[in-house]
């Protein structure tokens, strides 16, 4: 459990580090055992870019460990199934096969 100075001090400097940053930044830091924490521009909305694919991965990996999906099942990707953002499937021939893992 970090003291009310040790907590005040993380604030500040990671308040200043914010304001020197060039791009958008948001930080929320919570103790996980006690609850306490603060937020920087945590009021602050934020587009999740490709920062969501770090948890949609973990969750897939942890399924996979606990055999509630198998990483070798293959999805056909046909068109309707493409997003704006489905990177190089967009360049891929015909309806490409591609397993979980892939």
Request: charged content about 25%.
């Amino acid at each position: 459990m970090l003291s009310s100075g040790l907590w005040t001090r993380l604030k500040n400097n990671l308040e200043k580090r914010t304001v020197d940053f060039e791009g958008a930044c948001g930080i929320c830091v919570e103790d996980l055992t006690t609850g306490e924490g603060f937020s920087v521009n945590g009021q602050d909305i934020f587009p999740t870019a490709s920062t969501i694919k770090m948890h949609v991965l973990t969750q897939l990996f942890c399924r996979a460990e606990r055999s509630e999906v198998d990483l070798m099942q293959r999805i056909r990707f046909t068109p309707d199934l493409h997003g704006a953002g489905s990177g190089v499937i967009h360049y891929m021939e015909g309806e490409p096969e591609l397993s979980l893992e892939d």
